[in-house]
């Protein structure tokens, strides 16, 4: 039995604390196509050859201007997925005619920028969003999106900014001055676009893009020039231009996601955070006091699971819930379902406003027993499989100990411990894809003893959870030896599965000391699977493949790559510092696989490739919508790459001795990525990721306040969360 020493403490780079990823239940629909053109988005913006300013009535190279005027561009007027512009080409008023000023700023700010009107590129960066440059294209925001904020890197001796944004849309330029620091130790400032002018006035009858800039200038780059000059030493501006790009397509849903802020485990230590696109801030979704499920039991079935704890964990009582990892989303919104601590049995909670916490309605008695047995791993639930007579959960189930043992219980303890060195336990090796009912009839006594007691009852138990193999939960078929099964996604129409064969997930997921990993997938066939097949382009022996996740309309996979195990790349597939974020079409095909431009975190924030960046965990917006002739998808992952701002820090997460993880410590952030379709060429473009500026400010603060957390884990579905109310973001001078 393991005592609280080993698991019960399970570190910050443990499973419950650093993550896992699994298919979520997004709703998914594609709207009726929008025929046209579209446009482009990726990079970090440049000074162009000449250093020449576009908006500013200097052409630079290559920039085209197309004439004003002309009809108002809506082909499909009545699609509230995609924008609706409000004025023709040329002619949109969004923008004030006048510079805004921001707090402190001097009077003749534009005097000072005015004697010279080009700018000395190279020495100020663009640190968000990522602007065009060298061929690269700019970042992408859906047109709903939380307003953008634009910092940069900055010499020392610069503290006054110009910020220019032109689109060929509106009648003239934005020009706003700010204030600039960049004392050591201190975020780089940022300015917000104002909310009014991004989204627009509002008012009755408007679409879910606004009546703002984002949703006339949708379609068209947005090109950015930023000036700085030292205010008591003007002299020629260094600068810094280039475009992004406005989504002509909307976003949907909601995101929860996982964050951990201590080695420990305590009731504070970890949760779930969430917000609606377009929020300004977060809000607790689920914190572990708020958790209503209770009798979780230890891996043998004898007692409730904490009993051997020594110590015992401060502010949890036995068969407690006491981590939230590894959630996915009810497909009807109203929940999740997530991994807890050791042994890796399942939980759920509701997420509905009045009854965070509370026992889904929806889970049978019989299926909380099942989700009470030990070595599950990571789960995905499908809208195809989520209605009344037919509620599965997809998940795997623990088979072969590392020793070769086979399982033969339901609640079964390891064959062996060790209890100095825990990577000596005889853990599990491999598991096999799996599924529960939760909605099954079977009866399955779970109120396990304060104490441990190897009586009738627990034979009762063990007895009646076998018995329901086949009708309450069962394996999926694969045909695979060998090696197991991990991570798997579950297709939103219900009749795929994508997961990571690997050969080795003592937790539920691909280990760190893994050596292998990569995509299969296999037809569900209600319950029965089949033969399974490596998906062609993602079961590279080269590299670990693994965290798949299909896209809304099941039309791509998205996954994290790897380089395979070597000296130079010394990872598993969990946490790599090597991985990258990568979609392939869900057919497969060598050579399709596409690796996101939002990998790359450009060069201002100071990050080095050969240290890595930790990309994982790509999770897809809940719909994916068409428009002129291209279908537009968002992803969000998570990223150990530099950040840093007035809401939160980076820093470095204890490492845990017993863990068998012993990559890089940094904490991560979430990103947004854009990836475009071509319908016609089936060309998949992706975009540099846009850094969700808004995932630290926590609701309930005083507006400013942050957190420093590691943020992992998404779920981007149509979950349904109470209203934030946060106050909107000021444009302040630099502390």
């Not at 998914?28 to 576009?54: E, F, I, P, V, W």
């Not at 003007?234 to 790009?245: A, I, S």
């Not at 406005?246 to 970890?270: E, K």
């Not at 537009?632 to 530099?642: D, E, I």
């Amino acid at each position: 039995m393991q005592n609280n020493s080993l698991w019960a403490l399970a570190a910050l780079l443990g499973t419950c604390v650093l993550g896992c990823n699994a298919g979520g239940g997004n709703k998914g629909s594609k709207t009726n196509d929008n025929t046209g053109a579209t446009s482009s988005g990726g990079g970090q913006g440049s000074g162009g050859s000449n250093g020449s300013l576009g908006g500013f009535g200097i052409n630079m190279p290559g920039l085209e201007v197309p004439p004003e005027g002309g009809d108002i561009d809506d082909p499909d007027p009545s699609n509230p997925n995609v924008v609706h512009p409000k004025c023709a080409l040329g002619l949109c008023t969004d923008f004030p005619a006048e510079p805004i000023l921001a707090e402190g700023v001097p009077a003749n700010a534009a005097e000072l920028f005015a004697a010279s009107p080009d700018f000395t590129p190279g020495s100020l960066c663009m640190l968000e969003p990522q602007l065009s440059s060298e061929g690269k294209e700019g970042a992408m925001l859906p047109a709903n999106w939380v307003r953008p904020r634009f910092r940069v890197a900055a010499p020392a001796d610069i503290d006054l900014l110009e910020i220019r944004i032109h689109s060929p849309m509106e009648k003239n330029d934005l020009v706003a001055y700010t204030l600039y620091s960049s004392k050591a130790g201190s975020p780089a400032p940022s300015w917000y676009l104002p909310k009014e002018i991004w989204a627009g006035p509002g008012g009755e009858m408007v679409s879910a893009s606004g009546n703002g800039f984002a949703n006339n200038a949708a379609g068209h780059p947005v090109t950015v020039t930023i000036r700085g000059i030292n205010s008591k030493a003007p002299g020629k501006p260094v600068g810094v231009t280039g475009d992004f790009h406005i989504a002509p397509v909307v976003a949907t849903g909601s995101m929860v996601f996982w964050t951990v802020n201590s080695a420990s485990v305590t009731p504070s230590s970890s949760k779930l955070l969430g917000f609606a696109v377009g929020d300004e801030g977060v809000a607790e979704s689920l914190t572990l006091p708020q958790v209503q499920w209770t009798g979780e039991i230890g891996e043998d079935g004898s007692v409730l699971r904490g009993y051997h704890d020594k110590p015992k964990l401060d502010g949890f009582k036995d068969g407690q819930v006491r981590c939230i990892g590894c959630h996915t989303s009810l497909p009807d919104g109203s929940g999740v379902v997530f991994t807890d601590d050791w042994p890796w049995s399942k939980a759920a909670a509701s997420l509905a406003a009045g009854s965070a916490g509370a026992v889904p309605g929806v889970i049978s008695a019989g299926a909380q027993a099942i989700m009470k047995m030990p070595w599950w791993g990571t789960q995905s639930l499908s809208p195809g499989h989520w209605a009344a007579g037919d509620r599965v959960l997809l998940t795997t189930y623990g088979t072969t100990f590392k020793s070769g043992k086979l399982r033969t219980k339901a609640w079964e303890s390891l064959p062996a411990y060790d209890s100095v060195n825990p990577e000596n336990n005889d853990k599990v090796k491999w598991a096999e894809l799996a599924w529960i009912d939760m909605e099954t009839t079977v009866a399955i006594d779970v109120a396990a003893a304060a104490v441990p007691t190897f009586d009738a009852a627990l034979e009762a138990r063990q007895a009646a959870a076998l018995a329901a193999k086949g009708t309450g939960w069962g394996i999926i078929t694969t045909g695979d030896t060998g090696f197991g099964a991990a991570s798997p996604s579950f297709s939103h129409k219900g009749d795929q599965i994508v997961y990571t064969a690997t050969d080795y997930a003592p937790d539920g997921h691909p280990d760190a000391l893994a050596t292998i990993a990569d995509l299969r997938t296999v037809p569900y066939n209600n319950k029965a699977g089949g033969t399974s097949a490596p998906l062609a382009g993602a079961a590279d022996p080269a590299f670990l493949e693994y965290y798949p996740s299909y896209s809304a309309d099941d039309a791509l996979i998205a996954f994290t790559r790897a380089p395979a195990k070597s000296a130079t790349s010394p990872d598993g597939p969990y946490y790599n510092r090597f991985g990258q974020v990568t979609v392939i079409p869900a057919a497969g095909g060598e050579g399709t696989a596409v690796p996101l431009a939002a990998n790359d975190p450009g060069t201002c924030a100071g990050d080095d490739a050969k240290v890595g960046q930790i990309n994982s965990w790509p999770k897809w917006s809940p719909d994916a919508f068409v428009s002129k002739g291209k279908t537009y998808y968002f992803l969000v992952f998570s990223s150990g790459r530099k950040y840093g701002d007035d809401f939160s820090q980076q820093f470095e997460l204890p490492p845990n001795a017993l863990s068998s993880f012993k990559g890089l410590t940094s904490s991560s952030q979430l990103y947004l990525a854009a990836v475009v379709v071509d319908n016609e060429t089936k060309k998949i473009t992706s975009y540099p990721a846009v850094y969700i500026w808004n995932q630290n400010r926590l609701a309930g603060t005083a507006g400013e306040a942050g957190l420093k957390y590691s943020n992992l884990t998404p779920a981007w579905d149509p979950i349904k969360l109470p209203p934030i109310i946060i106050p909107e973001v000021e444009n302040k001078p630099p502390k």
